[in-house]
């Protein structure tokens, strides 16, 4: 049995690393510019990778190359009118003196968040040119408002104020009941 099979013999092979330190000897250490030498020579106006780049600013190259309006997915947001959205603050109406935020609501920025949804003001966003647009259907416009119609408006007891002579009357009959309370003898069952 001198037949040594394939998969016992041993088969020289030069490892990734020793392939990767000579390449990177060859061609000055980068890799990069390894892969530059090899994608091309042709483009004359290569950076140096030592060199810092600076980022292309988004706003003012579209300011500059006004986008060509095809047929598209994208044509809608391009065809925008810039005075179609009007946002309005509203004040929150507060039911207390002071907010009820938890001390701790500062540190914690998850807490600082949540109650900051329940104290901010209202940010309404109105669009001028809704009924004008091809997703606007007066129908279904027509029955919100008859739906908002049928709802009852919700008042709560602490929105109530009480009238001044039927809180007193209820203040005088505690006092009457207190009193009876402290005129029954001790240990009496009347």
């Known amino acids: ?27 000055g250490g980068s890799p990069q510019l390894f892969k530059n030498l090899n994608v091309g020579t042709t483009s004359s106006n290569t950076v140096p990778l030592t060199e810092a780049v600076e980022p292309v600013d988004f706003e003012e190259y579209l300011i500059t190359h006004p986008p060509i309006v095809e047929s598209g997915p994208l044509r809608d947001l391009i065809e925008f009118p810039p005075d179609d959205i009007e946002v309005i603050y509203t004040p929150r109406d507060c039911r207390t003196v002071v907010q009820a935020v938890p001390e701790e609501g500062d540190t914690d ?82």
């Open 1 to 27: 049995m001198a037949e040594r099979r394939a998969f016992a013999q041993k088969i020289s092979r030069t490892v990734a690393a020793e392939v990767r330190k000579q390449i990177a000897g060859q061609y």
């Open 109 to 190: 920025p998850h807490v600082r968040d949540c109650a900051r949804s329940y104290t901010e003001d209202w940010a309404i966003v109105n669009r001028k040119y809704h009924k004008l647009s091809t997703g606007f259907n007066p129908n279904t416009l027509d029955k919100q408002k008859e739906r908002q119609k049928g709802l009852p408006k919700q008042v709560f007891e602490a929105d109530e104020m009480p009238d001044s002579s039927s809180y007193q009357d209820d203040q005088d009959d505690l006092k009457r009941r207190s009193m009876s309370i402290d005129d029954t003898p001790r240990g009496s069952w009347a």
